[in-house]
Each structure stands twice: as C-alpha cells, then as structure tokens.
C-alpha cells in the first residue's frame, strides 16, 4: 500500500567461525594410536645362533615396533638385532648375518623378527633394495625383451 511504511526485514549477518588452534601438548585423555602397533606382553624366548645365545624379547612399545622397522629400512642391521636380543647380543647376531649370504641372512633375520612378534610374515619388504641385492641389477633380458636362452633354444 502507497504510504505505508515498508518492513525490512534485518539482514542475516554470516556467523564469524574462529579457526581452532592445533594444541601442541598431548591431551592426557587422548588414545595413543601407537599402542596398536605395541606387542603383546610374552616372556622372552632363548634363541642361538652358531656360537651365540640370545634371549629375544617379544614385549614393545608401539614406538618401538615403528624403530625396528625403520632400521630395517635403513639398513641399521646391528641395531635393530640390538632392540631385539639386547646390546650384546645383537651384536654378535649382526656379526653373524655379515658371513652369510644375503638369501641365508634374510631367513635369519625373518625369523627373529617374528619370534619377537614385531613382525608377521616377511620382513623382506621393508629392506633396503641393497640389502635384497636389487641395486643395480641388470636385466636378464635382452634390448628385445629375449632372455638369451630363449634366443639360443630358436
């Protein structure tokens, strides 16, 4: 109507959302995801090794379960023995594996990683590609993607 004052509705003003800050300090009541990763709390288990015995562990944490990974990655041999069967008897263990070769050493390092429980299956896969002797290597087949005995049997 002519003369009537209009209503104006107010218009709505968009809510302002403060960014959360990320807190630097660990919350006490938070799950640590880590202890997924921790092992089951066993009694160790006696192991030899030509002329070393070795109590292995079978007890961590799950930060040290991502540790022994990492050494394996990162070709920390002596180191990773270390976490599992204690200062010195890693390291007798890792003077051993340095005689065998890489095929025999690998049996044995599968083995331990799994009689600690740190690992179930093959640790192959978290070797470097040295240790698996991959570095470098040569394929067996030819420019034309023909093994040499393929050739040679034509």
Excluded: C, W
């Excluded at 690998?106 to 070797?127: D, R």
């Amino acid at each position: 109507m002519p003369g009537t004052p209009r209503k104006s509705t107010p218009k709505v003003q968009p809510k302002v959302v403060e960014p959360v800050e990320v807190v630097d300090e660990i919350v006490d009541d938070a799950f640590d995801l880590l202890s997924v990763l921790d092992t089951e709390d066993l009694p160790p288990v006696r192991a030899k090794l030509v002329d070393v015995n070795v109590d292995i562990r079978r007890s961590y944490s799950g930060t040290e379960a991502i540790q022994f990974s990492e050494l394996l990655r990162t070709d920390q041999i002596e180191l990773a023995m270390q976490l599992i069967a204690g200062k010195e008897g890693g390291a007798a263990i890792a003077k051993h594996l340095g005689t065998f070769t890489i095929e025999q050493a690998m049996k044995i390092v599968n083995k331990l990683a799994n009689m600690s429980n740190l690992i179930s299956g093959e640790t192959f896969a978290l070797l470097p590609a040295s240790a698996r002797g991959m570095d470098g290597a040569q394929s067996p087949q030819g420019v034309n993607g023909i093994t040499e005995e393929t050739s040679a049997a034509s």
